[in-house]
């Protein structure tokens, strides 16, 4: 049986075709397209009308924190940094400062802001013990085999520089942030990632601050 379509109901179904396509990456171009200016703004001088407080009074000018408890934003990959806007939004994270805020915040809010941030060029930080230090730096290098925890560098990369809309920068980030981050995931407050969960519970909490203190050093 012969199912082929006439010429001009094919010619038809073509047309249909590559319009769709020329809307579809229309619709994508305009939900991908973030204005790093917009960010600045709102990063730097809030939304008082929507009760959006300046960023940079708890992260920095140019997202570059100087409270430790406080992450250093800048250089942060932009797809990781909207993740846990919207993170704060659901019920993955909780923070009595951040979840209102994020609630608070549109789509385009967080991805003007994530850009900017983004953009901006990281302050390097300092490992502090170096007694924890070479532990921290060979746990991140290859992992520990006898806990089954692998190395931080296979997804954060060697540098630390992390993999754009997969894994985080970590390079120079503050110890008592990224310590207070393990431990969450380590008890399960934090869930946005299953898989840290489950490599941070086989951890010990002076294996937890070795590597955040390696961290703080890379760059």
Same mark, same amino acid.
């Given at each position: 049986m012969n199912c082929a379509f006439p010429p001009i109901l094919k010619s038809f179904f073509v047309a249909l075709l590559v319009v769709g396509s020329m809307a579809y990456a229309s619709e994508e171009?305009?939900?991908?397209?973030?204005?790093?200016?917009?960010?600045?703004s709102l990063y730097t001088n809030g939304d008082s009308a929507r009760s959006i407080p300046a960023c940079v009074s708890c992260h920095g000018s140019a997202g570059n924190s100087t409270i430790s408890q406080n992450p250093k934003l800048a250089g942060q990959h932009e797809a990781y940094l909207v993740k846990q806007l919207n993170n704060f939004k659901g019920t993955d994270r909780s923070n009595p400062?951040?979840?209102?805020?994020?609630?608070?915040?549109?789509?385009?809010? +967080?991805?003007?802001?994530? &850009?900017?941030v983004g953009s901006q060029a990281p302050k390097q930080g300092a490992a502090?013990?170096?007694?924890?230090?070479? +532990?921290?730096?060979?746990?991140?290098?290859?992992?520990?085999?006898?806990?089954?925890?692998?190395?931080?560098?296979?997804?954060?990369?060697?540098?630390?520089?992390?993999?754009?809309?997969?894994?985080?920068?970590?390079?120079?980030?503050?110890?008592?942030?990224?310590?207070?981050?393990?431990?969450?995931?380590?008890?399960?407050?934090?869930?946005g990632s299953l898989? +840290? &969960?489950?490599?941070?519970?086989?951890?010990?909490?002076?294996?937890?601050e070795a590597v955040a203190d390696y961290v703080a050093g890379l760059k």
């Open positions: 171009t305009k939900v991908a397209k973030a204005d790093p200016a917009k960010g600045e400062i951040m979840t209102p805020y994020a609630k608070a915040m549109t789509d385009e809010d +967080m991805k003007n802001v994530a &850009v900017y502090k013990n170096k007694e924890l230090v070479e +532990m921290g730096k060979k746990i991140y290098r290859a992992g520990i085999a006898e806990k089954n925890v692998p190395a931080c560098a296979g997804c954060h990369s060697p540098n630390g520089a992390g993999i754009p809309a997969q894994f985080p920068r970590l390079a120079g980030q503050h110890q008592d942030y990224t310590v207070a981050q393990l431990t969450n995931f380590h008890s399960g407050a934090r869930k898989q +840290m &969960v489950a490599i941070a519970k086989r951890m010990s909490k002076e294996e937890i």
